[in-house]
T-cell receptor, first 112, second 116 residues
Framework: KQEVTQIPAALSVPEGENLVLNCSFT??????LQWFRQDPGKGLTSLLL?????REQTSGRLNASLDKSSGRSTLYIAASQPGDSATYLC???????????FGTGTRLTIIP | DAGVIQSPRHEVTEMGQEVTLRCKPI?????LFWYRQTMMRGLELLIY????????DSGMPEDRFSAKMPNASFSTLKIQPSEPRDSAVYFC??????????????FGEGSRLTVL
């Protein structure tokens, strides 16, 4: 059974700090890995997607990396802002399998 | 494109009533997914379609749940009869078929269902 784990479940960080969110998976047969954020009462917004052939993707203050050999992806947020407060979920997609496996998410709070 | 569009955004109904949730995927996306999210169980995949054909409905909780995709631009998720334990946020998501493009998944804003 595929498992995707996100630890910690919750994280509080003072504004301005850089931070890393973690996503671990047990099956290295990966097609892509996608990071989402979810604000309370809202849908999931796609942040970054890393193809299996890539090692990282960047968008603004966000950088996502992928290490297939260790079964790990990280989302790096630079110079955190209160607006970054949300739940962040990673999602793994396998080759030949449309089933996407979501992590349980990390609830991030940026303290002003 | 307007993104994945879901309706209604909120639905409050009484136990035993029929509920129909609707989804319009992004134009050109051939894979459509229905998810359910609760605090206790997180995101659960209910069913997904490729080219309007249901591929895997093993996540559908029971026979009270049914989903259809009559064409490439419309899908419904029906619950009949509804029960209080069906209360959740139901999300629709779409993406191109696996192997086409990046495979990026896009979600709608969700339909929040409350069954009294």
């Amino acid at each position: 059974k595929q498992e995707v784990t996100q630890i910690p479940a919750a994280l509080s960080v003072p504004e301005g700090e850089n931070l890393v969110l973690n996503c671990s998976f047990t099956d290295s047969a990966i097609y892509n890995l996608q990071w989402f954020r979810q604000d309370p009462g809202k849908g999931l917004t796609s942040l970054l997607l890393i193809q299996s052939s890539q090692r990282e993707q960047t968008s603004g203050r966000l950088n996502a990396s992928l290490d297939k050999s260790s079964g790990r992806s990280t989302l790096y947020i630079a110079a955190s802002q209160p607006g970054d407060s949300a739940t962040y979920l990673c999602c793994k997609s396998n080759f030949g399998n449309e089933k996407l496996t979501f992590g349980t998410g990390t609830r991030l709070t940026i303290i002003p | 494109d307007a993104g994945v569009i879901q309706s209604p955004r909120h639905e409050v109904t009484e136990m035993g009533q029929e509920v129909t949730l609707r989804c319009k995927p992004i134009s050109g996306h051939n894979s459509l997914f229905w998810y359910r999210q609760t605090m206790m169980r997180g995101l659960e995949l209910l069913i997904y379609f490729n080219n309007n054909v249901p591929i895997d409905d093993s996540g559908m909780p029971e026979d009270r749940f049914s989903a259809k995709m009559p064409n490439a631009s419309f899908s419904t998720l029906k619950i009949q009869p509804s029960e209080p334990r069906d209360s959740a946020v139901y999300f629709c998501a779409s993406r191109p078929l696996a192997g086409v493009g990046t495979g990026e998944l896009f979600f709608g804003e969700g339909s929040r269902l409350t069954v009294l």
